[in-house]
C-alpha cells in the first residue's frame, strides 16, 4: 500500500492545483481506491488527506462518493424457489412456478 502512496502522491504533487479544479477522472478513481483501502485499515480522513498532500474533507467526499454504474452481467437461469401461495377461498398451491399458479387459480375460480 505504501507504494501506491507514494505515487499517487506524486501524481497529485506534479498536477496543477486550486481551488475550483476537477480531478481528472482516473486519478479520481486513484484516490478512491487507495483512499478506501487505507479508510479499511483505520485510518482516519485526517491521517489519509496528509498522506496523499490533499484536505481530509477533499478525500472523504471523493471517496464517499456514489460508485455510479457498475457493468453487471445478466444470467438467464431459472430460480426454483418453494412457492406457496394460500387463496382466499382456502386453496393451498405449493411447489409450481407463479404462472402456473394463477392459471389453476383462476380455474378454480
Given amino acids: 500500500m505504501e507504494t501506491e502512496i507514494r505515487k499517487l502522491r506524486a501524481t497529485l504533487e506534479r498536477r496543477e492545483g486550486g481551488r475550483g ?3 481528472a477522472p482516473e ?5 478512491t481506491v487507495v483512499g478506501r483501502g487505507l479508510r479499511a485499515e483505520g485510518r482516519s480522513w485526517f491521517k489519509i488527506g496528509r498522506e496523499f498532500g490533499l484536505p481530509a474533507e477533499t478525500v472523504r467526499r471523493l471517496c464517499e462518493a456514489a460508485a455510479g454504474f457498475v457493468a453487471v452481467e445478466v444470467k438467464n437461469e431459472a430460480v426454483t424457489r418453494n412457492l406457496v401461495v394460500v387463496a382466499p377461498s382456502g386453496y393451498r398451491v405449493e411447489g409450481l412456478d407463479v404462472e402456473t399458479v394463477v392459471v389453476l387459480l383462476a380455474r378454480l375460480a
Fill in 27 to 31: 486519478l479520481r478513481r486513484q484516490i
Fill in 21 to 23: 479544479r476537477r480531478f
